[in-house]
């Protein structure tokens, strides 16, 4: 965890105003806690993101924060063997399938630090305004005694199967 959170402050640059200021729409930064989480979670859309299409995401399907979506990082990737983002338009798109719009306030978690990384930092340059990294995970969030739950959850025009 220490690892995704150092390349996350990595990502964000030592002298960034996302890192060293409080995130504009909060008294937190980038980085929030379970209980910052639970006492925004009417306000803010969750997503747990892993390396896994959603019928094959085993840990989000044994429990997950309570109304997450599940981001599968190959839904904003070209496929191997590039690995690229997708072009901006299709990148949109593929964000707006999650239910995500630009405006939306979004916390991204991952049993793999990594792959939430990678998705906070997707959301963030694709243009989101408001894209936050929970601290922990879910680990974190049960281990504070918050409740998940093991329903998948469907955004409208998106089926349950996703893409």
Do not use: C
Not at 67 to 72: D, I
Not at 136 to 149: C, M, R
Request: no cysteine.
């Amino acid at each position: 965890m220490w690892f995704a959170v150092s390349l996350l402050l990595l990502i964000l640059g030592a002298g960034s105003p996302l890192r060293s200021q409080p995130h504009a729409n909060s008294n937190e930064g980038v980085i929030v806690s379970p209980g910052w989480l639970h006492a925004n979670q009417q306000r803010v859309m969750v997503v747990e993101a892993s390396w896994a299409k959603p019928e094959e995401a085993k840990d989000y399907l044994a429990g997950h924060i309570p109304g997450a979506v599940h981001a599968n990082t190959d839904h904003f990737e070209n496929g191997y063997p590039r690995w690229h983002l997708l072009a901006p338009k299709e990148l949109q798109a593929a964000i707006g399938r999650l239910g995500i719009a630009p405006g939306a306030r979004v916390v991204v978690y991952g049993r793999k630090p990594v792959v939430a990384a990678r998705v906070w930092w997707i959301l963030h340059y694709a243009g989101v305004a408001d894209v936050r990294f929970l601290h922990g995970g879910y680990e974190a969030w049960t281990g504070a005694g918050y409740p998940g739950e093991t329903a998948a959850q469907v955004r409208p025009g998106r089926s349950s199967r996703g893409k």
